[in-house]
Structures are given as C-alpha cells and as structure tokens.
C-alpha cells in the first residue's frame, strides 16, 4: 500500500494552474523527490499533500484512506519548511517538547521521546540552546527532531537545505538521507537543485508546469528521459539535441568525443563538429561548437574528461563520435521520446 497517494490531483489559483492532474504513489519507506524548475508547482503539491492548501480536484490519500478535508495534524505527517520556524524564544528541548506538550503528553514521555530523537540527530547537548546560538545545521537537526517525536508515517520537506552554506549543505544531504535509511520513514523532498535530487533520491519525479513529466531512479531519469524537457533539464551541461527531419537526436555531452578516444569501436556515430570554444575547468574539457542540423546548426558541448588528452583547439573542425547505444531520439513537435530513427 502506498504510504502517500495523489489521484487526478489539481489546484488552481485564479488562472494559474499550479498543479495540473498528479497521480504519484510513493512506495513504503521510501526517499522521493520532487524536482523541478522554480514554479513548477512542487511546494504546492507538498503542501497540499499535508493538507495545507485544499484541492480544486482530485484526491489525496494517505495510508490508503482518502485524507481530503481532514487538517493537517490529523494527517500523521510531518513538513519541515526552508525556514525551520522554530521559536526563539524557546530552548531547543522546548522547541522539540512543544507539539507533544500541546497533544497532553506527560512530562516523563516528553522527556524520553525528545531524548531519543535528539541522540539520532546528534543534538543532545543542546537542549538548553535557544535556536539564535545554533548553526544552520544544527537549527536544521531540531526542525526534523521536532517532527521525529511526531512519529509521522511520512516527512515532507521543502527544500530544507537550501539556507545552508554549501559546505553544510553536502554534510546536511548527507546526515538526512543515513538518517531516512536508518529510521525508513517515507520522505518525500521537494528541490530545484538536480545535484540533490540525483544523490538523495530513491525515486525522483520531474516537475513542469504542474504536471509529473517523468517518475523514476535518477539512473532512469538520467539515462532514459522521456522527453525533450526532462533529458535537458537533468544533467550540466544538458543534453545536446540536434534536428533531424521531424524529430531530435539527444547526446549527452560526456558521450560525445573525438574519434579515436572511445575503446570500443563499434556501433559509433560520427558527427562533423566544428569547434568555436574550448573551456578547461580541471577534472573537464568542456568544448563547445556546432552540429549540423535540418534547420541549421546547432550548437552543441562535449565533455571530454582530463583523462582525454587530444588537442582541440577553437576554429578546429573535428569527427566526434557518440556510441549508438546513446543516442536518444525524440519527436520534434511533441518532445516525447519515440523509437529510433535513421540519422
Ligand atoms: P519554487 O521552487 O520557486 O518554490 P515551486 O515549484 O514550489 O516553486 P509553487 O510554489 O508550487 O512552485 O507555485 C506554483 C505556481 O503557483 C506558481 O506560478 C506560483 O506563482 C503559483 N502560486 C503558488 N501559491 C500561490 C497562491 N497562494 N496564490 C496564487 N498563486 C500561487
């Protein structure tokens, strides 16, 4: 049974149509994210999942029994927001007690439960702490230990990370997800940042325009998108598509490299590709040009990793190759991924 269900789910402010007919099905103990470009329409989905904003249509279940109308205590989940909200004038042990204070927990209960909480998260030193005297990393610790002694069936978080340095934020990413693993609570996680999704998610669902374009592992969502908006929008630099006829062929750009490079010498596609600009960044060549297309050329980037030592140098005009296995094709009209076509 899925933990959190949405059926033909939508909600409309005024002309807007934040979010557009999702059915999502998140898997018991599961870490799914929901990725997507700003105004996409996640944080709406997240919160009308915990019963924060009303429907238009649709419905929402949770643990199998349809939760529309019910308000969000009721709902056994927790949302941690990008803010945190936590209260500062209150110590952090306070802040954790707080929620089961106001549900009548006794004193010796709302001792023991915010002690285990806070020894999973590593916070129990500072209990005596108002959130002012914390980091942002540790303010980030007390939000979700808030929400643990909950006990919710499922954690929703909205981009609980991104006030942190980018430091913080790789440790954070990471304590979170051994956290989700180690205590199975279905979490579902609302980002912009493609990084994130890819490292945290068990499943990833790919957002635009208030619509779940593509549900799957971030190796299927990266390998196998199934159109022109997910194989671009996943992957820095994006996917190359190039114009033929009436569809694109899509190549990522670390599967595009001079002739000769890769081992394997079948089943390899050649492409002229003039180069216009070459950028060294390290561990990468990023070398940009143009292929032809049916309209035109297109511009497109290869990645060549520092272990390809060829040189390419701009106004060059080189043979690339991409393994036909990579090629990914796509119709030129709807963007949807079709079979393969004849180049
Ligand atoms: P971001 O990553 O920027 O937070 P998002 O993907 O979470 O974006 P939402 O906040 O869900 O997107 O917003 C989806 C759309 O709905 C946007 O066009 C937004 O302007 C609109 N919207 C959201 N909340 C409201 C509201 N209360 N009233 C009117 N329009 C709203």
């Known amino acids: 049974m899925a933990v959190v269900e949405t059926r033909g789910l939508k909600k409309q402010f005024g002309e807007v149509k934040a979010v557009d007919g999702v059915d999502l099905s998140s898997k018991e103990g599961e870490f799914l994210v929901l990725l997507g470009p700003s105004g996409c329409g996640k944080t709406t989905l997240l919160r009308l999942i915990a019963g924060l904003e009303q429907p238009t249509a649709g419905e929402v279940l949770i643990g199998g029994q349809v939760v529309n109308g019910l ?109 989700q693993q180690r205590i199975g609570i279905t979490t579902i996680y609302v980002t912009h940042d493609q990084v994130e999704a890819m490292g945290m998610g068990d499943r990833i669902a790919v957002m635009y325009q208030g619509q779940i374009r593509q549900l799957g592992t971030p190796r299927e969502i990266y ?36 002739k000769g490079v890769p081992e394997v010498q079948d089943n390899l596609v050649t492409f002229s590709f003039p180069v216009t600009r070459v950028e060294y960044l390290g561990a990468d060549r990023l070398v940009y040009g143009v292929v032809a297309g049916t309209s035109g050329d297109t511009k497109t980037m290869a990645r060549l990793p520092s272990t390809v030592t060829v040189p390419i140098e701009p106004g060059g005009d080189y043979e690339f190759v991409v393994p036909a296995k990579e090629l990914k094709f796509f119709d030129r009209d709807t963007g949807l991924r079709t079979g393969p076509k004849p180049l």
């Open 71 to 179: 308000p969000p205590r009721a709902r056994k989940i927790a949302m941690v927001f990008q803010s945190y909200a936590l209260y500062p004038h209150m110590t952090v042990f306070n802040n954790i007690a707080f929620s089961l204070k106001a549900q009548g927990v006794d004193k010796a209960a709302r001792q023991e439960k915010v002690e285990w909480a806070t020894s999973i998260l590593g916070i129990d030193k500072l209990l005596q702490r108002r959130p002012r005297q914390l980091s942002g990393g540790e303010r980030q610790r007390v939000a979700l230990a808030r929400c643990l002694v909950r006990e919710p069936t499922v954690f929703l978080l909205d981009e609980p990370l991104s006030n942190l340095d980018a430091q913080l934020r790789a440790s954070a990413r990471d304590e979170l997800q051994q956290l």
């Open 223 to 258: 390998d196998e998108p199934g159109d022109t908006f997910v194989a671009t929008f996943l992957g820095s630099p994006p996917m190359n598509l190039v114009e033929r006829d009436t569809h694109l062929i899509g190549f990522r750009p670390e599967h595009f490299l001079p």
